[in-house]
T-cell receptor, first 111, second 113 residues
Framework: GQSLEQPSEVTAVEGAIVQINCTYQ??????LSWYQQHDGGAPTFLSY????GLEETGRFSSFLSRSDSYGYLLLQELQMKDSASYFC????????????FGQGTELSVKP | DGGITQSPKYLFRKEGQNVTLSCEQN?????MYWYRQDPGQGLRLIYY???????QKGDIAEGYSVSREKKESFPLTVTSAQKNPTAFYLC????????????FGPGTRLTVT
């Protein structure tokens, strides 16, 4: 089967760094994506890793290790507005292939 | 402004009625998707379409139907055959060949009683 595992919730304080892990089991892996969703809102795309290593976009970074079937999202200099759910997703199939989403990690940022 | 619109934001229906959720995009994207999200859960794929006049079932297509007559539009019908239709429905689109970066609409929260 195909599945993704991520922690259900994480709590951190403003200004801190937090890491949200994602492990996956899937055939035909093409890349790992991360999405952010504020309560009741639309998910928004954060990052995509097709190759091993770290991708940095401002305060957010995403890492992938294909040999370990593992990735993480790193959020630095946490702000209250970062409180949201974060989903990892893997693509099945080739171009335009379907995404499978994890269950999501609810991040709470405390003052 | 380019984007995806879904209407209405909230929808209430009686059990046994079919209901159609609207999804329109002006991003000129070829691929469009419908997802269902239940409380505290991830997104599950209902149907997707990579090109006009073509669509495929996702993981939970039973009780749903779609059409893709225009590139801009991908309406979803929740039929009376869907056993648990109350959920948050999200529509998304992506440029052709790039399924990883999907752009989502604001969603429709459907309540069936």
């Amino acid at each position: 089967g195909q599945s993704l595992e991520q922690p259900s919730e994480v709590t951190a304080v403003e200004g801190a760094i937090v890491q949200i892990n994602c492990t996956y089991q899937t055939s035909g892996f093409y890349g790992l994506s991360w999405y952010q969703q504020h309560d009741g809102g639309a998910p928004t795309f954060l990052s995509y890793n097709a190759l091993d290593g770290l991708e940095e976009t401002g305060r957010f970074s995403s890492f992938l290790s294909r040999s370990d079937s593992y990735g993480y999202l790193l959020l630095q200099e946490l702000q209250m507005k970062d409180s949201a759910s974060y989903f990892c997703a893997v693509r099945r199939g080739g171009q335009g292939g379907k995404l499978i989403f994890g269950q999501g990690t609810e991040l709470s940022v405390k003052p | 402004d380019g984007g995806i619109t879904q209407s209405p934001k909230y929808l209430f229906r009686k059990e046994g009625q079919n209901v159609t959720l609207s999804c329109e995009q002006n991003l000129n994207h070829d691929a469009m998707y419908w997802y269902r999200q239940d409380p505290g859960q991830g997104l599950r794929l209902i149907y997707y379409s990579q090109i006009v006049n073509d669509f495929q079932k996702g993981d939970i297509a039973e009780g749903y139907s779609v059409s893709r007559e225009k590139k801009e539009s991908f309406p979803l019908t929740v039929t009376s055959a869907q056993k648990n239709p109350t959920a948050f429905y999200l529509c998304a689109s992506s440029p052709s060949g790039v399924g990883d970066e999907q752009y989502f609409g604001p969603g429709t929260r459907l309540t069936v009683t």
